[in-house]
Every structure is written in structure tokens, then in C-alpha cells.
């Protein structure tokens, strides 16, 4: 079945710099990869996903890349902000003939802003 | 939308009573979803169901935990007798018939 590693466990930026989080998956069938953010005491929350027929895809200050080639894929926040401090989960799908399958989560990364 | 409704919030239980967690999926969403979350092993799928057929099961780690979906819009998990180490967040997510899926705010469990 598909695997999904991801790095850095742990991340500290300063405010105002970028953050980079990778994955990658092991499954070439796998073609949706969204990224959840969960702060603390809440459950993940989307903030992003990208398909496997698309390269990259931006919303504000997050984007996400994917090489279908390499499998991977991550996630960039730029201009960091305090509010961005939470742990983020990648996670990846392989598509099945009987319906939706459960998502493969990375072992997140906890990303510290500091001020 | 209210979006995914878990209850309750919080529950501390002694070892060996029987808890029960609650789940309303969104409204329209067909999949539905139980994870487990620890320190120690992140985010764990125990059970999903498809139009209220449980697909797969797997993931539940013992006989005394189940689950049911009786209709479109309610879940339960049950843990029958629960043990210190069922200690953990439960999430349940729903999904439409794509491949986004919504978390609850999860069910946090204590068991002493």
C-alpha cells in the first residue's frame, strides 16, 4: 500500500521567513495530495491540495509543488506569521475502482513562527 | 454547514467501562472515517465506511473496539472494555464523493 514520508519533524522560522515541508509517497497510482493544518487542541483543517495533472498550485501566501517523477511533494509558506504555528500533515490517495479510499497522512511537522 | 459534529469533547473514563464516541458527518458526504491520534503513532485510520458499508476495518486494533453507521448521518465507535492505553484523540472525517475529506474537532479520550 502507499506510504507517505515527511520532513522535517520540526521546523522554527522567524517571522516573516519561508517555510518549506517535503513529502514524498511511494505509490505512482497515487494522484491527490491535500495538506491539513492542525493547531492545537482542533482536528486537521484542508488548507491546500493539488492533483496529480498539475504541477503547482498557490493560494495567498502557501503553494505547493508536486514531481510526479520524483514523488514528491511540498508545501511552502512564505512570509511567515505567528498564526502560521501549528503541525501540518501531508497525506496522498490512490484512487480504487470502489469508491474513496482513505487518505496515507505523513507523520506531520510541527512548525514554530517565531516573533 | 456545521460541518463533522463529534461528541463528546472530552471524556475521562475508569478502565474497564465501555465508551462511546459520536460522529455527524457533513451532510451529503457518503465516506466516512475513524482515526486515532498519538504522540507515538500520529494519525492511525481504525475503520472507514462507504454509503454506510464498512470498507475496511483493519485498522482497529482489537476486538473491543467497533463501529457502526446506521444511516447517512450518524457514527459510532464504540470501546468495550476501555484500557489506559486507548488514551488518544479520536477523529472521525467525512468525505463527498471526491477525494477531500473534513475532520471533526475530535473526541478526546482518557482512560484511567
Known amino acids: 500500500g502507499e506510504n507517505v514520508e515527511q520532513h522535517p519533524s520540526t521546523l522554527s522560522v522567524q517571522e516573516g521567513d519561508s517555510a518549506v515541508i517535503k513529502c514524498t509517497y511511494s505509490?505512482?497510482?497515487?494522484?491527490?495530495f491535500p495538506w491539513y493544518k492542525q493547531e492545537l487542541g482542533k482536528g486537521p483543517q484542508l488548507i491546500i491540495d493539488i492533483r496529480s495533472n498539475v504541477g503547482e498550485k498557490k493560494d495567498q501566501r502557501i503553494a505547493v509543488t508536486l514531481n510526479k517523477t520524483a514523488k514528491h511533494f511540498s508545501l511552502h509558506i512564505t512570509e511567515t506569521q505567528p498564526e502560521d504555528s501549528a503541525v501540518y500533515f501531508c497525506?496522498?490517495?490512490?484512487?480504487?475502482?470502489?469508491?474513496?479510499?482513505?487518505?496515507?497522512f505523513g507523520k506531520g511537522t510541527r512548525l514554530s513562527v517565531i516573533a | 454547514d456545521a460541518g463533522v459534529i463529534q461528541s463528546p469533547r472530552h471524556e475521562v473514563t475508569e478502565m474497564g467501562q465501555e465508551v462511546t464516541l459520536r460522529c455527524k458527518p457533513i451532510?451529503?458526504?457518503?465516506?466516512l472515517f475513524w482515526y486515532r491520534q498519538t504522540m507515538m503513532r500520529g494519525l492511525e485510520l481504525l475503520i472507514y465506511f462507504n454509503n454506510n458499508v464498512p470498507i475496511d476495518d483493519s485498522g482497529m486494533p482489537e476486538d473491543r473496539f467497533s463501529a457502526k453507521m446506521p444511516n447517512a448521518s450518524f457514527s459510532t465507535l464504540k470501546i468495550q472494555p476501555s484500557e489506559p492505553r486507548d488514551s488518544a484523540v479520536y477523529f472521525c472525517?467525512?468525505?463527498?464523493?471526491?477525494?477531500?475529506?473534513?475532520f471533526g474537532e475530535g473526541s478526546w479520550l482518557t482512560v484511567v
Open positions: 505509490d505512482s497510482a497515487s494522484n491527490y
Open positions: 497525506a496522498a490517495i490512490t484512487p480504487r475502482n470502489s469508491g474513496n479510499t482513505p487518505l496515507v
Open positions: 472525517a467525512s468525505g463527498p464523493p471526491t477525494y477531500t475529506i473534513y
Open positions: 451532510s451529503g458526504h457518503n465516506s
